[in-house]
């Protein structure tokens, strides 16, 4: 089983930026795409942004269109997503997942995930 493993999640300011990783075991990323979710306390995960892991195209939601931007690393095996402009509504756990389609914004099409990293934007 693919293991994933997210990173870089913390604490920053309103208006702040952050960088998460997400590391995969072996070379999964390369036969799969993958994303990026968020889950708020007391709402469902939503759906943030997905890349073809071969091309690097990218599909985003609107609401972060603009301001986040999914990324690859074929050597290490890693997914970014740089967050900018962040405000308090972005407060969330972020997880990533990979997923045998693209592009796909259905959880229930994304077979694997990691554990999630809490990102809080205070005001």
């Known amino acids: 089983q693919v293991q994933l493993v997210e990173s870089g999640g913390g604490m920053v300011q309103a208006g702040g930026s952050l960088r998460l990783s997400c590391a995969a075991s072996g070379r999964t990323f390369s036969s799969y795409a993958a994303g990026w979710f968020r889950q708020a306390p007391g709402k469902e995960r939503e759906f943030l942004a997905t890349?073809?892991?071969?091309?690097?195209?990218?599909y985003y939601v609107d609401s972060v269109k603009g301001r986040f931007t999914i990324s690859r690393d074929n050597a290490k095996n890693t997914m970014y997503l740089q967050m900018s402009s962040l405000n308090p509504e972005d407060t969330a756990v972020y997880y990533c997942?990979?997923?045998?389609?693209?592009?796909?914004?259905?959880?229930?099409?994304?077979?694997?995930w990691g554990q999630g990293t809490q990102v809080t934007v205070s005001s």
């Open positions: 890349i073809r892991w071969s091309s690097g195209a990218a």
């Open positions: 997942a990979a997923s045998q389609y693209w592009p796909t914004i259905r959880i229930d099409n994304y077979d694997y």
